[in-house]
């Protein structure tokens, strides 16, 4: 069997989602697992999701996957349905849609359901990417008041383009936005990402929607989840299937990139980009031989990848090398990529094979 595994640690993820919950206060929580749990595999994450108050993904297919692996939670449809055949099943399955557009309210008009769905309307208060501008909002309630087929108890929302720098004054600026529109209504509201739940404390509101914060990844600037209390859920590991003595001036790897300066002891680990590993992770990123950080030499290719592991002469063929995860922040590595570690998690692609790890939880 190929080496190339994800472990992922259930008992971390729960750890993550009772700090979500201690930090959001008396906010209520929608687990974000969209993107197959953030690359995670989002069915196999439920047992670890029993404290959660629902689960936020991106469209029908997602809830549906999640359904049938038995989550019982509401399941909340964050970009809502994009054809009107969605709703029927969404009120048969306990799926709440998200409303951020014109047509969605013209098919909620036109659906005759067996029981209302419960609509959380989205509020366009600076992202400009889904939303109704605050002054529509009220024309887009009455609409939606009026509708046989939405459950009342509305809920508003919005979504923050910046809330990982803290103090910054688009997040201010947004936030009041959102309040003024939200006042006087009475409805339930919700502003926070993992950003905002961390740093914008005045925003908690009734309900939160934590994503990368869950699978231990601080989403603000410069600072790693432990740094946050989070431990890391998906640990990327591998072993050395080679090892080789380079000597002064010979060349490693697709185009050479990286040489020898003096005779080096080269481990080669069975990862690539091909498993999702970056290909633009440069020479110099770190990993982890043995526990013990070790530098890439040379062009990430798509099954393998190269160790200059000149700090390490007992190395052999076979030994543990950790990519991310436990020891390692993917922040780090996301940093060296020069993307972000959402992406990085998204994109373990289906050959990694996926060991589940699970332990008590926590008192
Ligand atoms: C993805 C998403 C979230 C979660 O964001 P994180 O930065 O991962 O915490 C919350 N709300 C909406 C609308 C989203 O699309």
Redesign the pocket.
């Given at each position: 069997m190929r080496p190339a595994t994800a472990v992922i640690d259930l008992a971390a993820l729960r750890h993550n989602l009772a700090v979500a919950k201690a930090r959001a206060g008396g906010a209520r929580v929608?687990a974000?697992v969209?993107a197959n749990g953030?690359g995670h595999g989002a069915a196999r994450l439920l047992p670890a999701l029993g404290a959660a108050d629902m689960l936020?993904v991106?469209c029908i297919e997602e809830a549906l996957g999640l359904r049938e692996a038995g989550a019982v939670q509401t399941i909340l449809l964050?970009?809502g349905v994009f054809e009107a055949d969605e709703l029927p099943l969404c009120a048969r399955l306990g799926f709440d849609i998200?409303v951020h557009e014109p047509g969605q309210i013209r098919m909620l008009e036109q659906a005759r359901l067996d029981h209302p769905l419960a609509v959380w309307l989205?509020i366009n208060t600076g992202m400009n990417r889904?939303g109704f501008r605050p002054e529509e909002v009220p024309a887009a309630l009455d609409r939606l008041q009026g509708c046989v087929a939405v459950a009342s108890g509305i809920r508003l929302?919005t979504?923050f383009a910046s809330?990982?720098e803290p103090s910054s004054p688009a997040t201010r600026e947004q936030i009041r936005r959102f309040a003024a529109t939200a006042e006087g209504l009475g409805l339930e509201r919700s502003f926070?990402?993992?950003?905002?739940?961390l740093a914008w404390p005045e925003a908690h509101a009734e309900w939160v929607?934590?994503?990368?914060?869950?699978y231990g990844v601080s989403?603000l600037e410069g600072r790693t989840g432990a740094e946050e209390g989070l431990r890391p859920v998906m640990t990327l590991e591998t072993r050395l299937i080679a090892v080789r003595e380079v000597r002064a001036g010979e060349a490693v790897g697709y185009a050479g990139t990286w040489r020898a300066e003096a005779p080096t002891r080269i481990g080669i680990a069975a990862m690539g980009y091909g498993d999702g590993y970056p290909r633009h992770a440069p020479s110099g990123t770190p990993v982890l031989v043995n526990g013990s950080e070790a530098p890439l030499a040379g062009r990430v290719s798509m099954d393998m990848l190269a160790i200059d592991l000149s700090g390490q002469p007992e190395a052999r063929v076979g030994d543990p090398v950790i990519l991310w995860g436990a020891g390692l922040p993917v922040e780090t590595i996301a940093a060296a990529a020069g993307t972000i570690a959402?992406e990085l998690l998204c994109g373990i692609t289906g050959r990694v094979h996926v060991e589940l790890r699970d332990g008590p939880p926590p008192d």
């Open positions: 929608v974000v969209k953030y936020g991106a964050m970009e998200v989205k889904l929302m979504h809330a990982d926070c990402n993992s950003a905002g739940l929607r934590p994503g990368i914060m869950l989403p959402y």
